[in-house]
């Protein structure tokens, strides 16, 4: 049938993108983590959900689970990938996770449309991951769940206090929110920022 051509197609081990997305899928394939030469894998739009059956993809960069049913993200799931610089979680029921569970490789993380009712975990991810550049946020439970209504970008540059060293200096490029008070909101809660423009 056809989900089980696609997914031989996918499994070709010289592959480097592997597209699944709008098959029904209700769990990752096993076969996907025999995939050691994948950089991008696509699962959007599927019914997954748990993060399962990617650690042996060492080389993926680009995890894109969009529209599923996610609703948490297990410690450990992420750890061996430590190539991956875009992973896009938006429109699933996560509502929480260590902030310790993504890749610190990450450049781009979308968390848009969830169930986070905790502004403080956001945060953290943010601080954790150096790399990061953009990350998608709003419509989570610690803005009302709102749909994104007058949306902007403001970029967050904050100095974390170090032990024993100097501060490092570091800046998340895009912060996307769907409420216009989320200037106050960052200040009031994140006391370490450096400066927030919107």
Do not use: W
Not at 106 to 122: E, K, P, V
């Amino acid at each position: 049938d056809l989900y089980q051509r696609r997914v031989r197609e996918a499994v070709v081990s010289t592959q480097s993108t592997g597209c699944l997305s709008a098959n029904a899928l209700t769990a990752v394939p096993e076969c996907v983590g025999k995939m050691v030469n994948l950089r991008h894998l696509y699962l959007c739009n599927n019914k997954i959900s748990v993060i399962e059956n990617v650690d042996g993809c060492k080389h993926l960069e680009t995890l894109e689970l969009r529209h599923n049913q996610i609703s948490k993200v297990d410690d450990g799931c992420l750890a061996s990938l430590n190539k991956l610089k875009t992973l896009t979680l938006s429109s699933n029921n996560i509502s929480t996770f260590s902030p310790n569970v993504f890749p610190t490789s990450l450049t781009f993380l979308g968390l848009y449309g969830n169930q986070i009712a905790d502004f403080n975990l956001l945060l953290s991810v943010v601080q954790r991951l150096s790399e990061l550049k953009t990350v998608y946020m709003g419509a989570n439970m610690c803005f009302g769940g709102l749909p994104l209504r007058s949306s902007f970008n403001i970029t967050v540059e904050y100095q974390p206090a170090s032990a024993g060293g100097e501060a490092k200096r570091q800046k998340c490029e895009v912060m996307r929110y769907s409420f216009s008070d989320i200037l106050r909101i960052v200040k009031e809660r994140q006391p370490s920022l450096v400066s927030i423009d919107g």
